[in-house]
């Protein structure tokens, strides 16, 4: 059994094929997935399909980096809200949030104005996340330094902490994990070229205690299939890949990856 632990499902939602992609993925074994708020356009999208497809999907909500404007705290108040509410089925996490600032405005005061707002935006939802004590979610894109020091500041548990689609290297990895943080995989890492490799590294440096993957579906497609949309089935790829970076049978890898994530979000087997 495989859980694709980020994933963003409202586009087969929006197409009508999300009963096609859920039926692919119970084929290639992923029984359960994780689809991930980025901003008031999704969330109770989300919150209907985890009620509709109980124990098959689960949702978070949060303020993605990139959905980040001058409305940001009325978006971040409306979650608020959701959990307050406290209505079944509730979001199991909190994210994706966090910092990106590999497309700012090239006109420096804009840029600035933006950083202080995502790092405002941020702030705020470590605070929640930190209230609700739910994991959390990170966003990190040329960013990580600042989301680290961010996250400390916020005295969050860093056991909840987990960093998706990890692209930092080995050292940054030890940072996260001495911390009690993780980083979670998706299929940019089997791709070539020296900056996956570094992520091949920070695989090796975490190995599987705290081993998650993902596919942040319906981006970053595994080889074979790069070039085409991905989807939570061809997440057993990127297992294949990690497995030979790890010298591993996967056979024997999914399963203490399915505990992990399973440990992670609180997710009853």
């Not at 548990?157 to 996260?176: L, Y």
Request: net charge negative; aromatic share 10%.
């Amino acid at each position: 059994m495989i859980i694709d632990s980020h994933c963003h499902l409202n586009v087969f939602h929006q197409r009508g094929t999300l009963d096609d992609v859920l039926n692919q993925a119970s084929m290639a074994g992923v029984t359960r997935m994780i689809t991930i708020g980025t901003s008031s356009s999704d969330w109770l999208v989300y919150k209907g399909l985890a009620k509709d497809y109980p124990h098959r999907i689960y949702y978070s909500v949060g303020l993605h980096p990139g959905s980040v404007t001058d409305q940001w705290e009325a978006e971040v108040d409306q979650f608020e809200r959701i959990l307050k509410q406290g209505d079944s089925p509730m979001p199991i996490a909190i994210g994706e949030i966090g910092l990106d600032y590999f497309r700012l405005p090239k006109d420096k005061t804009k840029a600035d104005q933006l950083i202080g707002w995502q790092q405002a935006a941020f702030a705020r939802q470590l605070q929640i996340a930190k209230g609700c004590k739910l994991p959390i979610i990170i966003h990190s894109r040329s960013a990580f330094d600042d989301c680290v020091r961010m996250i400390d500041q916020s005295g969050v548990n860093w056991d909840r902490v987990v960093f998706h689609c990890f692209s930092e290297g080995a050292n940054p990895m030890e940072r996260i994990n001495l911390r009690g943080g993780r980083g979670s995989f998706t299929g940019n890492i089997t791709y070539e070229g020296e900056a996956f490799l570094n992520m091949q590294r920070a695989l090796k440096e975490q190995g599987t205690e705290k081993l998650m993957f993902e596919t942040d579906a319906p981006y970053l497609t595994p080889v074979p299939h790069k070039g085409s949309e991905n989807s939570p089935a061809l997440i057993v790829h990127t297992a294949e890949f990690a497995a030979k970076v790890l010298q591993m049978q996967v056979d024997e890898l999914l399963p203490i990856v399915y505990k992990n994530t399973l440990n992670f979000f609180d997710i009853e087997e």
